[in-house]
Protein backbone atom coordinates (compact mmCIF):
# COMPACT_ATOMS: atom_id res chain seq x y z
CA UNK A 1 0.00 0.00 0.00
CA UNK A 2 2.46 2.82 -0.66
CA UNK A 3 0.21 5.32 -1.33
CA UNK A 4 -1.56 4.74 2.09
CA UNK A 5 -1.61 7.24 4.51
CA UNK A 6 -4.95 6.46 6.35
CA UNK A 7 -5.67 3.16 7.92
CA UNK A 8 -9.02 1.60 9.29
CA UNK A 9 -8.97 0.07 12.46
CA UNK A 10 -10.54 -2.87 10.88
CA UNK A 11 -7.55 -3.95 8.46
CA UNK A 12 -6.75 -6.59 10.52
CA UNK A 13 -10.17 -7.92 10.13
CA UNK A 14 -10.31 -7.53 5.92
CA UNK A 15 -6.76 -9.58 6.20
CA UNK A 16 -8.52 -12.21 7.90
CA UNK A 17 -11.55 -12.00 4.91
CA UNK A 18 -8.15 -12.50 2.47
CA UNK A 19 -8.27 -8.88 1.72
CA UNK A 20 -4.61 -7.74 0.19
CA UNK A 21 -6.24 -4.00 1.47
CA UNK A 22 -5.34 -2.46 -1.59
CA UNK A 23 -5.34 1.87 -1.78
CA UNK A 24 -8.03 4.01 -1.94
CA UNK A 25 -8.78 7.51 -1.91
CA UNK A 26 -5.32 7.32 0.73
CA UNK A 27 -7.15 4.03 3.07
CA UNK A 28 -5.99 0.57 2.44
CA UNK A 29 -9.44 -0.73 1.28
CA UNK A 30 -10.90 -4.48 0.92
CA UNK A 31 -11.15 -4.58 -2.54
CA UNK A 32 -11.72 -8.47 -2.25
CA UNK A 33 -11.91 -11.34 -0.33
CA UNK A 34 -11.44 -15.04 -0.68
CA UNK A 35 -15.40 -15.33 -1.28
CA UNK A 36 -17.22 -15.32 -4.70
CA UNK A 37 -17.81 -11.54 -5.35
CA UNK A 38 -21.20 -13.04 -6.91
CA UNK A 39 -22.68 -14.25 -3.66
CA UNK A 40 -21.64 -10.93 -1.77
CA UNK A 41 -23.38 -9.96 -4.49
CA UNK A 42 -26.70 -12.11 -4.15
CA UNK A 43 -26.55 -11.19 -0.09
CA UNK A 44 -26.54 -7.81 0.08
CA UNK A 45 -29.60 -7.86 -3.05
CA UNK A 46 -31.60 -10.83 -0.95
CA UNK A 47 -30.26 -10.36 2.82
CA UNK A 48 -27.70 -7.77 3.77
CA UNK A 49 -23.93 -7.10 3.86
CA UNK A 50 -21.79 -5.47 5.87
CA UNK A 51 -18.69 -3.25 3.88
CA UNK A 52 -16.13 -1.16 5.54
CA UNK A 53 -16.62 2.27 3.85
CA UNK A 54 -14.16 4.19 6.11
CA UNK A 55 -11.74 5.47 2.98
CA UNK A 56 -14.74 7.96 2.38
CA UNK A 57 -13.56 11.58 3.53
CA UNK A 58 -15.57 13.08 6.47
CA UNK A 59 -15.50 16.46 7.37
CA UNK A 60 -16.47 18.76 9.53
CA UNK A 61 -17.76 22.46 8.86
CA UNK A 62 -18.71 23.98 12.47
CA UNK A 63 -19.73 28.27 12.30
CA UNK A 64 -22.40 30.47 10.82
CA UNK A 65 -20.34 30.62 7.73
CA UNK A 66 -20.39 27.30 7.21
CA UNK A 67 -23.82 27.47 5.45
CA UNK A 68 -22.27 29.79 3.04
CA UNK A 69 -18.85 27.59 2.02
CA UNK A 70 -21.15 25.01 1.44
CA UNK A 71 -23.70 27.04 -0.61
CA UNK A 72 -20.98 28.08 -2.87
CA UNK A 73 -18.98 24.99 -3.13
CA UNK A 74 -22.17 22.48 -3.72
CA UNK A 75 -25.11 22.17 -6.36
CA UNK A 76 -27.43 22.69 -3.64
CA UNK A 77 -29.84 24.81 -2.12
CA UNK A 78 -28.09 23.74 1.60
CA UNK A 79 -30.55 26.28 3.37
CA UNK A 80 -33.18 23.61 3.16
CA UNK A 81 -31.71 21.21 5.25
CA UNK A 82 -32.23 20.73 8.91
CA UNK A 83 -30.74 19.11 11.57
CA UNK A 84 -30.91 15.39 10.99
CA UNK A 85 -31.28 15.57 6.83
CA UNK A 86 -28.48 15.32 4.41
CA UNK A 87 -28.59 15.49 0.77
CA UNK A 88 -26.20 13.97 -2.04
CA UNK A 89 -24.83 17.21 -3.96
CA UNK A 90 -22.07 17.87 -6.65
CA UNK A 91 -18.93 20.03 -6.91
CA UNK A 92 -17.78 21.72 -10.08
CA UNK A 93 -14.58 23.89 -11.04
CA UNK A 94 -14.96 27.43 -12.71
CA UNK A 95 -15.17 25.48 -15.97
CA UNK A 96 -18.45 24.04 -15.17
CA UNK A 97 -17.17 20.67 -14.57
CA UNK A 98 -17.69 18.08 -12.19
CA UNK A 99 -14.53 17.55 -9.79
CA UNK A 100 -16.44 15.69 -6.95
CA UNK A 101 -19.41 14.22 -5.16
CA UNK A 102 -20.67 14.58 -1.65
CA UNK A 103 -23.16 13.87 0.81
CA UNK A 104 -24.03 16.73 3.11
CA UNK A 105 -25.75 16.48 6.21
CA UNK A 106 -26.79 18.86 8.88
CA UNK A 107 -26.00 18.23 12.42
CA UNK A 108 -26.54 21.23 14.07
CA UNK A 109 -27.87 25.06 13.69
CA UNK A 110 -24.39 25.52 12.78
CA UNK A 111 -22.22 22.06 12.24
CA UNK A 112 -22.29 20.47 9.04
CA UNK A 113 -20.57 17.32 8.02
CA UNK A 114 -19.08 16.82 4.05
CA UNK A 115 -18.30 13.25 2.92
CA UNK A 116 -16.89 12.86 -0.61
CA UNK A 117 -14.27 10.23 -2.04
CA UNK A 118 -11.22 10.86 -3.94
CA UNK A 119 -12.26 14.43 -5.63
CA UNK A 120 -11.20 17.49 -4.21
CA UNK A 121 -13.59 18.33 -1.83
CA UNK A 122 -11.58 18.48 1.38
CA UNK A 123 -9.47 21.63 -0.57
CA UNK A 124 -12.33 22.93 -2.04
CA UNK A 125 -13.61 23.27 1.78
CA UNK A 126 -10.70 24.49 3.14
CA UNK A 127 -10.27 27.45 0.93
CA UNK A 128 -13.67 28.57 0.72
CA UNK A 129 -13.28 28.79 4.98
CA UNK A 130 -10.26 30.84 4.97
CA UNK A 131 -11.26 33.75 6.35
CA UNK A 132 -14.65 33.00 7.20
CA UNK A 133 -16.09 32.00 10.90
CA UNK A 134 -16.12 28.49 9.85
CA UNK A 135 -13.91 25.51 11.13
CA UNK A 136 -12.88 22.88 9.54
CA UNK A 137 -11.81 19.68 10.63
CA UNK A 138 -11.02 16.28 8.73
CA UNK A 139 -12.05 13.18 11.11
CA UNK A 140 -10.18 10.44 10.13
CA UNK A 141 -11.21 8.76 13.13
CA UNK A 142 -15.11 8.19 12.38
CA UNK A 143 -15.44 5.08 10.84
CA UNK A 144 -18.11 4.41 7.88
CA UNK A 145 -19.82 0.74 7.91
CA UNK A 146 -22.33 0.48 5.86
CA UNK A 147 -24.95 -2.10 6.46
CA UNK A 148 -26.88 -2.76 3.11
CA UNK A 149 -29.74 -4.85 2.20
CA UNK A 150 -33.58 -5.93 2.94
CA UNK A 151 -32.71 -7.66 6.13
CA UNK A 152 -30.74 -4.48 7.22
CA UNK A 153 -33.52 -2.72 9.11
CA UNK A 154 -34.67 -6.19 10.57
CA UNK A 155 -31.41 -6.37 12.18
CA UNK A 156 -30.77 -3.22 13.48
CA UNK A 157 -34.72 -2.55 14.68
CA UNK A 158 -33.67 -4.71 17.55
CA UNK A 159 -31.15 -2.47 18.81
CA UNK A 160 -32.00 1.07 18.11
CA UNK A 161 -35.25 2.60 18.63
CA UNK A 162 -37.07 4.46 16.27
CA UNK A 163 -34.99 3.41 12.66
CA UNK A 164 -37.85 2.29 11.39
CA UNK A 165 -38.76 5.78 11.37
CA UNK A 166 -35.72 6.81 9.67
CA UNK A 167 -36.04 8.40 6.53
CA UNK A 168 -34.19 8.08 2.77
CA UNK A 169 -31.23 10.77 3.44
CA UNK A 170 -32.16 11.19 6.93
CA UNK A 171 -29.54 10.95 10.03
CA UNK A 172 -29.93 10.46 14.10
CA UNK A 173 -27.71 10.44 16.76
CA UNK A 174 -27.87 7.10 18.97
CA UNK A 175 -26.01 4.01 20.01
CA UNK A 176 -25.48 1.14 18.75
CA UNK A 177 -24.35 -2.17 21.03
CA UNK A 178 -23.28 0.44 24.10
CA UNK A 179 -21.31 3.04 21.27
CA UNK A 180 -22.02 6.28 20.33
CA UNK A 181 -23.21 6.41 16.42
CA UNK A 182 -24.49 8.27 13.89
CA UNK A 183 -26.37 6.22 11.74
CA UNK A 184 -27.78 7.30 8.40
CA UNK A 185 -30.32 6.09 5.94
CA UNK A 186 -28.28 6.40 3.04
CA UNK A 187 -25.67 3.80 0.88
CA UNK A 188 -24.29 3.63 -2.46
CA UNK A 189 -26.53 -0.13 -3.66
CA UNK A 190 -29.93 0.85 -4.17
CA UNK A 191 -30.69 -1.20 -1.34
CA UNK A 192 -32.62 -0.10 2.24
CA UNK A 193 -29.33 0.58 3.44
CA UNK A 194 -27.87 2.10 6.52
CA UNK A 195 -24.19 3.64 7.41
CA UNK A 196 -22.94 3.88 10.29
CA UNK A 197 -20.25 6.29 11.60
CA UNK A 198 -18.82 5.04 14.70
CA UNK A 199 -15.86 6.18 16.41
CA UNK A 200 -12.35 3.87 15.57
CA UNK A 201 -11.59 2.73 19.18
CA UNK A 202 -15.41 1.29 18.54
CA UNK A 203 -16.06 0.25 15.09
CA UNK A 204 -14.59 -3.59 16.02
CA UNK A 205 -17.19 -4.12 18.66
CA UNK A 206 -19.98 -2.50 15.79
CA UNK A 207 -18.27 -4.79 12.86
CA UNK A 208 -17.54 -7.78 14.61
CA UNK A 209 -21.24 -8.00 16.75
CA UNK A 210 -22.59 -7.41 13.50
CA UNK A 211 -22.03 -9.92 11.68
CA UNK A 212 -21.91 -12.20 14.25
CA UNK A 213 -25.80 -11.63 15.34
CA UNK A 214 -26.32 -11.27 12.41
CA UNK A 215 -25.16 -14.23 10.87
CA UNK A 216 -28.11 -16.14 11.23
CA UNK A 217 -30.33 -13.63 8.99
CA UNK A 218 -27.90 -13.97 6.47
CA UNK A 219 -25.77 -10.70 7.28
CA UNK A 220 -22.05 -11.09 6.08
CA UNK A 221 -18.76 -9.40 5.61
CA UNK A 222 -18.69 -7.63 1.75
CA UNK A 223 -15.74 -6.72 -0.27
CA UNK A 224 -15.24 -2.94 -2.09
CA UNK A 225 -16.02 -4.47 -5.29
CA UNK A 226 -19.11 -5.63 -4.71
CA UNK A 227 -20.12 -2.47 -4.98
CA UNK A 228 -19.36 -1.75 -8.66
CA UNK A 229 -21.59 -4.79 -9.26
CA UNK A 230 -24.25 -3.22 -7.08
CA UNK A 231 -24.09 0.29 -8.31
CA UNK A 232 -24.15 -0.50 -11.83
CA UNK A 233 -27.62 -1.78 -11.64
CA UNK A 234 -28.73 1.43 -9.46
CA UNK A 235 -27.07 4.02 -11.91
CA UNK A 236 -24.52 5.25 -8.57
CA UNK A 237 -21.37 6.48 -10.40
CA UNK A 238 -17.97 6.89 -9.06
CA UNK A 239 -15.16 9.52 -9.48
CA UNK A 240 -13.27 9.21 -11.40
CA UNK A 241 -13.40 5.98 -12.77
CA UNK A 242 -16.77 6.57 -14.82
CA UNK A 243 -15.01 10.21 -15.80
CA UNK A 244 -12.68 11.83 -18.26
CA UNK A 245 -10.26 11.94 -16.06
CA UNK A 246 -10.08 7.84 -17.00
CA UNK A 247 -10.90 7.94 -20.50
CA UNK A 248 -9.60 11.59 -21.82
CA UNK A 249 -10.83 12.82 -24.99
CA UNK A 250 -8.18 13.63 -27.77
CA UNK A 251 -6.64 16.99 -27.22
CA UNK A 252 -8.72 18.39 -24.05
CA UNK A 253 -7.92 18.51 -20.30
CA UNK A 254 -10.28 16.13 -18.23
CA UNK A 255 -13.72 17.06 -17.22
CA UNK A 256 -17.48 16.29 -17.94
CA UNK A 257 -20.43 18.26 -17.63
CA UNK A 258 -23.41 17.49 -15.37
CA UNK A 259 -25.87 17.06 -18.33
CA UNK A 260 -22.98 14.57 -19.51
CA UNK A 261 -22.97 12.43 -17.05
CA UNK A 262 -26.73 12.52 -16.00
CA UNK A 263 -26.24 14.30 -12.58
CA UNK A 264 -28.14 17.40 -13.27
CA UNK A 265 -30.61 16.68 -11.38
CA UNK A 266 -28.16 17.84 -8.60
CA UNK A 267 -28.82 21.18 -9.06
CA UNK A 268 -31.39 22.81 -7.06
CA UNK A 269 -34.18 24.60 -9.48
CA UNK A 270 -32.69 28.17 -9.86
CA UNK A 271 -30.11 27.89 -8.10
CA UNK A 272 -26.62 30.42 -9.50
CA UNK A 273 -24.09 31.75 -7.83
CA UNK A 274 -22.27 28.70 -6.89
CA UNK A 275 -18.43 27.62 -8.60
CA UNK A 276 -19.05 27.16 -12.31
CA UNK A 277 -22.86 27.85 -12.50
CA UNK A 278 -22.51 30.02 -15.31
CA UNK A 279 -20.36 27.16 -17.65
CA UNK A 280 -22.57 24.41 -15.93
CA UNK A 281 -26.16 26.46 -17.44
CA UNK A 282 -24.03 27.10 -20.58
CA UNK A 283 -23.14 23.44 -21.47
CA UNK A 284 -26.85 22.53 -21.41
CA UNK A 285 -27.46 21.07 -25.04
CA UNK A 286 -23.61 20.70 -25.61
CA UNK A 287 -22.94 16.95 -24.89
CA UNK A 288 -19.97 15.49 -26.14
CA UNK A 289 -21.44 12.19 -24.99
CA UNK A 290 -24.01 10.41 -22.52
CA UNK A 291 -23.14 7.96 -19.64
CA UNK A 292 -26.02 5.25 -20.33
CA UNK A 293 -26.18 2.49 -19.69
CA UNK A 294 -25.88 -1.47 -21.83
CA UNK A 295 -27.28 -5.03 -21.77
CA UNK A 296 -24.70 -7.63 -23.22
CA UNK A 297 -25.48 -10.79 -25.13
CA UNK A 298 -23.28 -12.38 -22.41
CA UNK A 299 -23.12 -15.14 -19.39
CA UNK A 300 -20.23 -12.95 -17.75
CA UNK A 301 -18.73 -9.43 -16.99
CA UNK A 302 -17.35 -7.01 -20.14
CA UNK A 303 -14.25 -5.44 -18.31
CA UNK A 304 -13.74 -1.62 -17.86
CA UNK A 305 -12.09 -0.07 -21.03
CA UNK A 306 -13.93 -2.46 -23.33
CA UNK A 307 -14.55 -0.50 -26.35
CA UNK A 308 -18.04 -0.41 -27.60
CA UNK A 309 -18.80 -0.38 -31.17
CA UNK A 310 -21.49 0.62 -33.54
CA UNK A 311 -21.63 1.18 -37.44
CA UNK A 312 -18.32 0.03 -38.23
CA UNK A 313 -16.80 2.82 -35.63
CA UNK A 314 -16.42 3.38 -32.05
CA UNK A 315 -18.98 5.10 -30.34
CA UNK A 316 -18.05 4.76 -26.37
CA UNK A 317 -16.17 2.83 -23.76
CA UNK A 318 -17.79 0.35 -20.92
CA UNK A 319 -16.61 2.31 -17.71
CA UNK A 320 -18.14 -0.51 -15.13
CA UNK A 321 -19.50 -3.98 -15.71
CA UNK A 322 -21.50 -6.08 -13.81
CA UNK A 323 -22.95 -9.41 -13.97
CA UNK A 324 -25.74 -10.86 -11.56
CA UNK A 325 -26.48 -14.10 -11.03
CA UNK A 326 -29.78 -13.43 -9.65
CA UNK A 327 -31.11 -12.01 -12.62
CA UNK A 328 -28.44 -13.66 -15.18
CA UNK A 329 -27.92 -10.50 -16.69
CA UNK A 330 -24.71 -8.40 -17.92
CA UNK A 331 -25.09 -5.49 -17.65
CA UNK A 332 -22.66 -1.75 -17.85
CA UNK A 333 -22.43 1.72 -17.45
CA UNK A 334 -20.77 3.21 -20.39
CA UNK A 335 -19.58 6.69 -21.87
CA UNK A 336 -21.57 6.46 -25.03
CA UNK A 337 -21.62 9.40 -28.12
CA UNK A 338 -24.93 11.05 -27.70
CA UNK A 339 -26.27 9.66 -30.78
CA UNK A 340 -26.17 5.89 -29.55
CA UNK A 341 -27.49 6.76 -26.38
CA UNK A 342 -30.97 5.97 -26.52
CA UNK A 343 -33.17 2.61 -25.75
CA UNK A 344 -32.88 -0.37 -27.86
CA UNK A 345 -29.84 0.99 -29.51
CA UNK A 346 -27.85 -1.62 -31.41
CA UNK A 347 -23.86 -1.91 -30.11
CA UNK A 348 -20.98 -4.63 -29.96
CA UNK A 349 -18.90 -4.82 -27.16
CA UNK A 350 -15.20 -5.48 -28.56
CA UNK A 351 -13.05 -6.64 -25.72
CA UNK A 352 -10.16 -8.70 -24.59
CA UNK A 353 -12.15 -11.09 -22.91
CA UNK A 354 -15.90 -10.33 -23.70
CA UNK A 355 -17.06 -9.65 -27.68
CA UNK A 356 -20.54 -9.30 -27.88
CA UNK A 357 -23.74 -7.87 -29.20
CA UNK A 358 -25.32 -5.07 -26.46
CA UNK A 359 -27.88 -2.84 -26.93
CA UNK A 360 -28.30 0.95 -25.20
CA UNK A 361 -30.29 0.75 -22.27
CA UNK A 362 -31.17 3.29 -19.45
CA UNK A 363 -30.56 2.81 -16.02
CA UNK A 364 -31.61 2.12 -13.83
CA UNK A 365 -31.43 -1.65 -13.75
CA UNK A 366 -32.86 -2.77 -10.75
CA UNK A 367 -35.36 -1.11 -8.55
CA UNK A 368 -35.75 2.17 -10.95
CA UNK A 369 -38.60 3.68 -9.21
CA UNK A 370 -36.29 3.31 -6.10
CA UNK A 371 -39.12 1.79 -4.05
CA UNK A 372 -36.57 0.10 -1.98
CA UNK A 373 -34.29 2.83 -0.79
CA UNK A 374 -37.27 4.82 0.06
CA UNK A 375 -38.99 2.20 1.44
CA UNK A 376 -41.40 3.05 4.91
CA UNK A 377 -41.80 1.32 7.93
Known amino acids: MPKSWRF????????????????????????????????????????????????????????????????????RDVSKLYPGKSVYACMLNER??????CIVYRTGPNSWMLVHGSGSGHEEVVKQAQGRNCAVLFDDDLHDLSLQGPVAVDFLAKHVPGIRDLRYFHHMQTSLFGAPVMISRTGYTGE??????????????????????GKSMGII???????????????????????????????????????????????SPGKTGFRGAEEHYRLKGKERFKIFGMLIDADKMTDAGDEVWADGKKVGVITCPSYSKLTKKSMAIARLDTPYAKQGVKLEVRGKNVKANAIAHTITFDDPEKKKRTAVG
Open 8 to 75: SVLADRHRALGSQLEDWSGMGTAWTYDSDILDQHAAVRTKAGLMDVSGLKKVHLVGPHAIAVLDYITT
Open 96 to 101: GHFTDD
Open 192 to 213: RGYEIFVRGQDAPLVWDTILAE
Open 221 to 267: PVCFSVLDLLRVESYLLFYPYDNSQMYPFANEGPGDSLWELGLDFTV
